[in-house]
């Protein structure tokens, strides 16, 4: 609570800063952010859809029509990736399946442009290697990372977005995990907050060898299945080496059509507090009834990441 207070003090001194002229002038000033949607639409399939063009989204803000100041489509836009990977005793058995798909992914989806970073996370969470587009770096990070016992699941989440916050264009975080969360320091909802906060697009890939295990952690599984939904990406169950690489492989089809639509608030600048809802439809497209469009749920006024 005392950080979140800090936050909104520190954006209303920096609003404040340059949104009043000197008292002679009757008017004022205020600088309005620009709010990036990153956003993937799925057919009937859960396949992909590209080609589709600003005049085909609408977004509301809090069921407030805006109009779309920016549209791009993937293929020019930097590619941030997170990739962290749960390395606590449950899921050591699975563990080098897992870093040989994650090196498929990362050949098959890093630019000279992009940048890749490795997180493992067990009692404590360690990066691994920074962000990078060194092919050779990545594979070398992958293939050390360490076994631990406990797993701080939601640490990973929030400090691999604090990490996301400071990069430029799209961010993602892929997150290979059994479910479970032991010590983590920050809550579920901490973890959310600042995933919202860096704008970052969560997915969720969760191992699980044996579905009927009495000691499942269904709750953590849940709570990354919503954690994906809220920032517009998506969770997949996987329990062979088959399974992981079509989970990967279907994270690559998704970034390579995602859709960026940004805009300005209409209703001007931001409040000290509070969630703005965000809501993306389509029009003028054929079969679109049956077209999912999934993208972060909203964003918080005061947040400290960039919008």
Do not use: C, W
Request: hydrophobic share 40%; charged share 20%; glycine share 8%.
């Amino acid at each position: 609570m005392k950080r979140t207070t800090i936050l909104g003090l520190l954006l209303l001194a920096s609003l404040s800063a340059f949104a009043q002229e000197p008292e002679s002038s009757e008017t004022i000033h205020v600088k309005v952010k620009l709010v990036n949607v990153f956003t993937t639409v799925t057919d009937s399939h859960s396949a992909p859809v590209g080609g589709l063009n600003k005049e085909n989204f609408q977004i509301l803000e809090d069921g407030k029509p805006q109009t779309i100041a920016v549209f791009g489509r993937e293929s020019a836009i930097p590619l941030s990736i997170l990739l962290a990977v749960d390395t606590s005793l449950s899921t050591r058995k699975d563990l080098p399946l897992e870093l040989a798909s994650a090196k498929k992914f990362a050949h098959d989806m890093v630019r000279p442009v992009d940048g890749l970073s490795v997180y493992e996370f067990s009692e404590t969470v360690n990066e691994v290697t920074p962000f990078t587009s060194d092919l050779k770096a990545i594979d070398h990070a992958i293939a050390h990372l360490q076994v631990g016992a406990a797993t701080a699941l939601y640490d990973a989440i929030y400090l691999g977005s604090q990490a996301l916050a400071l990069r430029q264009g799209r961010k993602v975080m892929v997150v290979i995990t059994d479910g479970g969360d032991t010590v983590s320091q920050m809550t579920y909802q901490d973890a959310v907050r600042r995933a919202q906060e860096a704008e970052a697009v969560i997915y969720s890939i969760i191992v699980v060898p044996v579905e009927a295990n009495a000691g499942r952690d269904t709750g953590g599984e849940h709570a990354l299945i919503q954690l994906s939904e809220d920032t517009g990406g998506r969770h997949f169950y996987a329990s062979s080496s088959e399974q992981i690489d079509q989970a990967f492989q279907k994270i690559s089809e998704e970034l390579r059509t995602q859709y960026l639509l940004a805009y300005y608030p209409s209703g001007g600048g931001f409040s000290e507090s509070g969630f703005r809802q965000i809501d993306v439809k389509l029009s003028g497209v054929a079969d679109g009834a049956s077209y999912k469009v999934r993208h972060r749920t909203g964003y918080y006024a005061s947040g400290s990441g960039n919008r």
